[in-house]
């Protein structure tokens, strides 16, 4: 069992900066235009020959509100016709990708990621499913790992009654605070009335897991506001916790133009939502698996932690890191063997491009050594907190110290502050290091511009 994470507001001040998220790596920055549908279509015949399992991810971008501080690919509008032309050309992606694929090929996992997938009407969700099971081998048996983003304004009891017909097992509900001021500031009017509906509804119901998103560094957050919010969400026992911080990117997402700048709150009012959070957290029983995310001891991320089986994926944390994962929809990507393939984020030129009856995807990469041998590395590090670098030279044929000489010194530096441990044989990331995890692999990231490991920007 790992270490519990400790506190210390001094590395946290020196070392906390925005970085990547590593749910990928190399990230989806780094994707470019010499990948198209053939390579995307190349790597699926691999995967079929190869029989390897599935993983599946469906982007339904549409929502009926805007909230401000939303960053994701999203389509704002009121009326729910609007998504069926979206689907038809969304069955046609599932035609063109399946028949590529081999029914001996499980899929494992299935999420549905938005926006908002509930948007949809009970017989839009229906047709999507049979089609998706018309076309893939998914688990029937409840052993599947089958989620769905939840918006509690647009779930009910009906709802959650066909979601789990449907063979869905597990929910993520979004809400970024409680607080009726700070959802004023971001336009999401959220009762916690509704989200005891849908919570009531999943135990009822016999979903596996229940997860909770939440969101600090909101406009008119305060830590007093933030845990009393995080108080409320431990009561209602969620198996995970999500616990990300804001970064407001106006020149990049026009929603959160709308946005206060004024109204947001101080770097150390930041750093005291957090502080108290993971304190809230720890003391209710809630393990820290890594980059924002809490759950409880007897929940299969934690379990697989405990037994060094955790992975990372575009999912995030994960069981199914060895499945190839195929992104089906506007903007999502697939990751096939060592190909990374995205479609258009335009829903425009997504749908222009299956109405052809050509796929949508424009970017991607093929991952190199160099990328493999830096994924595995940043993922050891975020799943399990410790790196041996004999498993790096065994896997791939290189000194571990030689090959990484030049950010050595960054390490050394790490290891002299107390992030991290680190010897001959292994690296490993100390208690007081874990909520920094992150800005220990960017020192992997070749992507990034090199930084003296004791001055990273002081921003948030």
């Known amino acids: 069992?790992?270490?519990?994470?400790?506190?210390?507001?001094?590395?946290?001040?020196?070392?906390?900066?925005?970085?990547?998220?590593?749910?990928?790596?190399?990230?989806?920055?780094?994707?470019?235009?010499?990948?198209g549908s053939f390579d995307l279509l190349h790597a699926l015949r691999g995967s079929r020959q190869a029989a390897r399992p599935l993983s599946l991810y469906v982007h339904l971008p549409f929502c009926t509100d805007v909230c401000y501080h939303c960053q994701r690919n999203k389509v704002i509008c009121k009326d729910r016709g609007r998504a069926l032309p979206y689907l038809a050309l969304l069955e046609k992606?599932?035609?063109?990708?399946?028949?590529?694929?081999?029914?001996?090929?499980?899929?494992?996992?299935?999420?549905?990621?938005?926006?908002?997938?509930?948007?949809?009407?009970?017989?839009?969700?229906?047709?999507?499913?049979?089609?998706?099971?018309?076309?893939?081998?998914?688990?029937?048996?409840?052993?599947?790992?089958?989620?769905?983003?939840?918006?509690p304004r647009e779930a009910d009891w009906p709802?959650?009654?066909?979601?789990?017909?449907?063979?869905?097992?597990?929910?993520?509900?979004?809400?970024?605070?409680?607080?009726?001021?700070?959802?004023?500031?971001?336009?999401?009017?959220?009762?916690?009335?509704?989200?005891?509906?849908?919570?009531?509804?999943?135990?009822t119901l016999q979903f596996r897991s229940i997860q909770i998103d939440l969101t600090y560094g909101l406009p008119r957050q305060t830590p007093e506001r933030f845990a009393n919010t995080i108080a409320t969400v431990i009561a209602l026992q969620p198996e995970r916790v999500s616990v990300s911080g804001y970064?407001?990117?106006?020149?990049?997402?026009?929603?959160?133009?709308?946005?206060?700048?004024?109204?947001?709150?101080?770097?150390?009012?930041?750093?005291?939502?957090?502080?108290?959070?993971?304190?809230q957290l720890t003391r209710a029983g809630y393990r820290y698996i890594g980059m924002d995310l809490f759950a409880l001891p007897d929940d299969e991320l934690a379990i697989a932690q405990e037994d060094g089986a955790l992975q990372r994926s575009f999912h995030g944390y994960t069981t199914h890191g060895h499945c190839d994962l195929v992104g089906l929809g506007v903007s999502a990507i697939s990751q096939i063997g060592d190909m990374y393939c995205q479609n258009n984020n335009d829903i425009t030129l997504y749908q222009q491009s299956l109405g052809q009856g050509q796929l949508?995807?424009?970017?991607?990469?093929?991952?190199?050594?160099?990328?493999?041998?830096?994924?595995?590395?940043?993922?050891?590090?975020?799943?399990?907190s410790e790196l041996r670098f004999d498993e790096i030279e065994s896997i791939?044929?290189?000194?571990?110290?030689?090959?990484?000489?030049?950010?050595?010194?960054?390490?050394?530096?790490?290891?002299?502050?107390?992030?991290?441990?680190l010897n001959a044989d292994a690296m490993t990331i100390l208690p007081v290091g874990r909520l920094l995890a992150y800005a220990v692999c960017m020192q992997f990231d070749h992507c990034l511009p090199p930084r003296p490991a004791s001055r990273f920007p002081q921003a948030m």
């Open 247 to 279: 970064t407001h990117q106006p020149e990049r997402y026009m929603a959160q133009r709308k946005i206060n700048a004024a109204e947001l709150p101080t770097r150390a009012g930041k750093l005291a939502m957090l502080q108290h959070s993971v304190e």
């Open 396 to 421: 791939f044929g290189v000194s571990f110290k030689t090959y990484f000489q030049q950010t050595w010194p960054a390490l050394e530096q790490m290891a002299a502050d107390g992030l991290i441990q």
């Open 360 to 384: 949508a995807t424009i970017r991607g990469l093929r991952c190199n050594q160099d990328d493999q041998i830096r994924r595995y590395t940043i993922q050891a590090l975020l799943c399990d």
């Open 1 to 35: 069992m790992l270490d519990a994470i400790r506190w210390d507001a001094d590395l946290i001040h020196r070392y906390d900066q925005d970085g990547p998220r590593y749910t990928l790596y190399p990230t989806p920055y780094q994707f470019n235009s010499n990948v």
């Open 93 to 151: 992606e599932i035609e063109l990708i399946g028949c590529h694929l081999s029914q001996n090929q499980v899929v494992e996992q299935l999420h549905f990621g938005g926006g908002t997938p509930t948007f949809l009407g009970h017989t839009e969700l229906r047709g999507l499913m049979s089609h998706l099971r018309k076309r893939f081998n998914l688990q029937n048996d409840d052993q599947g790992d089958f989620s769905i983003d939840i918006d």
């Open 159 to 203: 709802t959650m009654g066909l979601l789990r017909e449907l063979g869905f097992n597990r929910i993520s509900i979004g809400m970024p605070d409680l607080d009726p001021d700070v959802q004023h500031a971001i336009n999401r009017r959220q009762t916690l009335q509704q989200t005891q509906t849908v919570i009531e509804a999943a135990r």
